[in-house]
């Protein structure tokens, strides 16, 4: 072989090493890349001129410069390279480069081996390449679904609308001054339930309720802010909000639906044997709260703090059994769609002015025929198509007339009495 040859051999075999350090430390880009290609295109052109025009030898060289520049850079830099590599060559023919001779076989078979050398390199830096971003896949699948995992985990301590909030957020929320409703409720008789049940049987009241609860403050906009044992807090205007008005309803139609799924609830746990029959008390205040983020900074908590909530823990203190306590802030925006009537003014705890308070009774609009939500002094009948089972309360209500015409056999007695003694 000639010493050309040889040189050009060695090159061959070392060029892939030098070009491949290189390209990782100084020009590891795609647009390098491309780059990159280009001097390999002279170079192709400057091994056909050595191999003396060889056409096997020049068809190969070509062959691994077209593969390799269509899965970098695709079509249009294949045809700019072999367009490259034939001026090179061309110019090379033209300049009378020697061509080779039938005798000189050796000389192809050394460009073939170190085609072979090259090619294998290639074939071990691909397989090396396909093989980290097949772990690398792996690996973020694993992460992806531990993710998905936490992410669902972290979405049962966390209400929709807040959850949405965080993970669309850009940066640290901020504490702002909202115009809120806020609404507590709480069991009566809870605590002295749990004296009598075993702790299974607790649990499992404790949360089909605080599980039906909940979702029924979803289903109308509220923001479930936290459990508190057997009580739960929820506001309405953030971080998702209809209005004062309607965030105002919502929330009391909120109140009026969950005392009716207690009431479902309580009379199954009664025929179950868990529990009696247990009463809510409810108390709801609009007014201008703080809401963000509060705690340190290892802890934090997005709740609303202020004087309007201290005023709706109060109102549920004072609510009666089964009764929905409002202040006169939230009865201004509800009255022409709930149905309401006074009730005693409280001076609250930590309060410095009385506070008008208003009893809800139920909705005024949007009712059936078929559903009664009506007082007199002294009787309250409540009546949902959907809920009533109808043996149940024709018996009830024969029983209410027995003792309604018993009472007023009794005042006709006593009248009679009365007007014998005078």
């Avoid at 061959?12 to 020009?27: C, D, E, H, N, T």
């Avoid at 491309?34 to 060889?54: A, E, H, Q, T």
């Avoid at 201004?332 to 001076?347: G, H, K, M, N, V």
Wanted: hydrophobic residues 45%.
């Amino acid at each position: 072989m000639e010493p050309l040859s040889i040189l050009a051999l060695m090159f061959l075999i070392v060029y892939p090493y030098v070009a491949y350090g290189l390209s990782q430390r100084y020009f590891n880009s795609s647009s390098a890349a491309r780059w990159s290609m280009l001097i390999d295109s002279l170079l192709v052109g400057i091994l056909i001129i050595l191999n003396k025009f060889y056409l096997m030898s020049a068809v190969t060289y070509m062959t691994f410069l077209a593969v390799s520049t269509a899965v970098i850079a695709g079509p249009a830099m294949v045809v700019l390279n072999l367009s490259i590599v034939m001026l090179v060559a061309g110019a090379g023919w033209w300049f009378g480069a020697p061509a080779q001779t039938e005798n000189e076989v050796w000389i192809d078979i050394g460009f073939a081996l170190a085609i072979l050398i090259y090619t294998g390199y290639v074939s071990w830096l691909v397989f090396g390449v396909t093989r980290a971003m097949g772990i690398s896949r792996r690996d973020e699948r694993s992460v992806r679904q531990s993710l998905e995992q936490m992410t669902l985990h972290l979405k049962r301590y966390i209400s929709p609308q807040l959850f949405s909030t965080l993970a669309t957020a850009s940066g640290t929320q901020t504490t702002n001054r909202r115009q809120l409703t806020v609404c507590f409720t709480d069991l009566t008789g809870f605590t002295a339930l749990m004296d009598n049940l075993p702790e299974e049987a607790i649990t499992r009241v404790l949360n089909e309720y605080l599980n039906a609860m909940a979702d029924i403050a979803i289903r109308h906009g509220g923001t479930v802010d936290k459990f508190m044992g057997d009580g739960v807090m929820v506001f309405f205007g953030d971080p998702q909000s209809r209005g004062p008005r309607e965030d105002a309803v919502a929330c009391v139609k909120m109140a009026l639906e969950m005392r009716g799924c207690l009431a479902g609830l309580s009379r199954r746990w009664r025929e179950e044997g868990l529990a009696n029959r247990l009463q809510m008390r409810v108390g709801i205040h609009t007014g201008y709260c703080a809401v963000g983020n509060f705690g340190s900074e290892n802890r934090m908590d997005y709740t609303v703090v202020g004087g309007a909530v201290n005023i709706a823990s109060r109102l549920e203190g004072c609510a009666p059994p089964d009764g929905i306590l409002i202040s006169e802030s939230t009865r201004a925006l509800i009255r022409e769609a709930i149905s309401l009537e006074s009730f005693e003014r409280q001076q609250l705890k930590g309060i410095k002015k009385p506070v008008d308070t208003y009893r809800v009774l139920g909705e005024l609009r949007h009712r059936t025929l078929a559903d009664i939500n009506e007082q007199v002094p002294g009787l309250h009948l409540q009546l949902s198509s959907k809920e009533v089972d109808i043996s149940a309360a024709k018996a009830l209500l024969e029983l209410g007339l027995m003792r309604l015409t018993h009472i007023e056999d009794l005042r006709q007695a006593r009248q009679g009495v009365i007007r014998l003694l005078r």
